[in-house]
């Protein structure tokens, strides 16, 4: 049997009340944890349909359900590879010299690798092995 639940608030364990519209605007509506080196390849996720090599460092992400607009918000790590020249690592949307993204659609986004310059370094694209994304937005 299948139904709905209605509710303005949640009463946690302690007896705090929580608004359901915090916990449903406050979660994460996609993640994806995935490896960017050699074949790419998806650890785990939620709200993800496809995962595309556009080369180095460059990937498509696309969700299994869309977004309502493509003003939702990304969250990507940093990742410090120790005792070597080339710094830390980002990963980030992927953006035009205007500061537009290049792909960033309701189902679809393009991500980008890169390690930072340092004093031996220019920095540029790079397949990083760890690769982790939270998007936050309203669906479709």
Do not use: C
């Amino acid at each position: 049997m299948a139904g709905k639940i209605i509710a303005d608030t949640i009463e946690t364990g302690a007896g705090a009340d929580i608004p359901t519209s915090y916990v449903v605007n406050g979660s994460a509506k996609a993640w994806i944890n995935y490896n960017g080196q050699g074949t790419i390849a998806v650890r785990d996720s939620l709200n993800h349909s496809s995962l595309t090599d556009n080369g180095t460092g460059n990937h498509d992400t696309s969700f299994s359900a869309s977004f309502n607009n493509a003003n939702y918000s990304v969250a990507t790590n940093n990742v410090a590879e120790i005792n070597h020249a080339r710094g830390a690592y980002g990963v980030g949307v992927a953006i035009a010299g205007s500061g537009t993204a290049i792909l960033m659609t309701t189902s679809a986004i393009r991500l980008y690798s890169n390690y930072n310059a340092s004093s031996t370094s220019n920095g540029g694209g790079v397949d990083h092995n760890l690769n982790l994304l939270n998007f936050m937005g309203d669906l479709a």
